[in-house]
T-cell receptor
Framework: DVKVTQSSRYLVKRTGEKVFLECVQD?????MFWYRQDPGLGLRLIYF???????EKGDIPEGYSVSREKKERFSLILESASTNQTSMYLC????????????????FGEGSWLTVV | GQSLEQPSEVTAVEGAIVQINCTYQ??????LSWYQQHDGGAPTFLSY????GLEETGRFSSFLSRSDSYGYLLLQELQMKDSASYFC?????????????FGSGTRLQVQP
């Protein structure tokens, strides 16, 4: 079974703190993603990476950065946490697109609930 | 850009059939996927349509019409465990074929 593991399930941080969310996948996937999930807004893409050291902005990158030093690991960094970053953060991974028959399957971790106070 | 629209909530009774619609606008299109998410859990892949028509997987079916920019997820013989949020998603848009854009989700409540 594919395993995407997020290091922390629940975190409480103070405004202005630097926050690291770690994610590891064990399927040798090329792509890794960070999404943010808020009620009524669905899943919004923050950043993604299609290779080691490569990263691309998603729809809501402001206030976030990422790091991918190894293929299996993708980190989300909040340089200075703010209360509007209180949310659930979902990491995911997938193989690169291999054509229509390969589908659009990505595998999610269990999520990290971050509260910024 | 890219956007996917779906109803926010649907209610149905056990044993019934329910359809969750999704309309999309995208520049570049590489198929429509459906994901299920139970409260407190991770989204999991349900179904994918690359071409027009119906795809069936057990009690779940998914339909796509590219000419109408429309798809739906059909759940038959509803069970209480089907109570969850359902998201349509597609590649394309600003990220090309690399990242999925999700709709805002439809919360399905199955009542006894």
């Amino acid at each position: 079974d594919v395993k995407v593991t997020q290091s922390s399930r629940y975190l409480v941080k103070r405004t202005g703190e630097k926050v690291f969310l770690e994610c590891v996948q064990d399927m040798d996937h090329e792509n890794m993603f960070w999404y943010r999930q808020d009620p009524g807004l669905g899943l919004r893409l923050i950043y993604f990476s299609y290779d080691v050291k490569m990263k691309e902005k998603g729809d809501i990158p402001e206030g976030y950065s990422v790091s991918r030093e190894k293929k299996e690991r993708f980190s989300l960094i909040l340089e200075s946490a703010s209360t509007n970053q209180t949310s659930m953060y979902l990491c995911a991974s997938s193989f690169s697109y291999r054509g229509p028959s390969s589908g659009n399957t990505i595998y999610f971790g269990e999520g990290s609930w971050l509260t910024v106070v | 850009g890219q956007s996917l629209e779906q109803p926010s909530e649907v209610t149905a009774v056990e044993g019934a059939i329910v359809q969750i619609n999704c309309t999309y606008q995208t520049s570049g299109f590489y198929g429509l996927s459906w994901y299920q998410q139970h409260d407190g859990g991770a989204p999991t892949f349900l179904s994918y349509n690359a071409l027009d028509g119906l795809e069936e997987t057990g009690r779940f079916s998914s339909f796509l019409s590219r000419s109408d920019s429309y798809g739906y997820l059909l759940l038959q013989e509803l069970q209480m465990k089907d109570s969850a949020s359902y998201f349509c998603a597609s590649l394309g848009g600003n990220t090309g074929r690399r990242a999925l854009t999700f709709g805002s989700g439809t919360r399905l409540q199955v009542q006894p």
